[in-house]
């Protein structure tokens, strides 16, 4: 892992959707929200990932997500936390979706990985933190 990054991870509450839409969708009200959301257009598709409480029915999507964030504002000439993880991760067959963000990485897992994703990690040397968000006053 690149000197400087962070090797903690913190919990986002709430369980997330990974959504597909049509690529010439508006994007949704229902899918913006205070809370974590992420919208990606493509040629091909829309996808928005976003909490699942108040998906509507027949919406194209995959539900049961856990979302960790890895706070590490990065330079984009070094390779970091993110890469790390997922190495870690894949190893251990865990099911990922990774959004990145200019100061942040996101690693979705599947909440049935949640206890073996918090196990391999945590024996890789990283601190897991469940209640991060909470307690700093965030709505995340």
Known sequence: ????????LFL???????????????????AVSKHFFS??????????????????EGIDCEPGWRCWKIESPFEFDL?????????????????MFIIATQDSDYLM???YDLERTISVVAQAGYQVD??????RGHEL
Do not use: N
């Open 12 to 30: 986002l509450r709430g369980l997330f959707a990974v959504c597909r839409l049509d690529k010439k969708a508006s994007v949704p009200d229902w």
């Open 39 to 56: 919208v990606t257009r493509t040629d091909d598709e829309l996808c928005v990932v976003c909490p699942q409480e108040g998906i509507p």
């Open 130 to 135: 469940r209640e991060h968000q909470e307690r």
């Open 109 to 111: 897992i599947k909440e």
């Open 79 to 95: 390779s970091g936390a993110i890469s790390s993880v997922a190495g870690l991760l894949a190893e251990a067959d865990v099911l």
């Open 1 to 8: 892992m690149a000197a400087g990054y962070s090797r903690s």
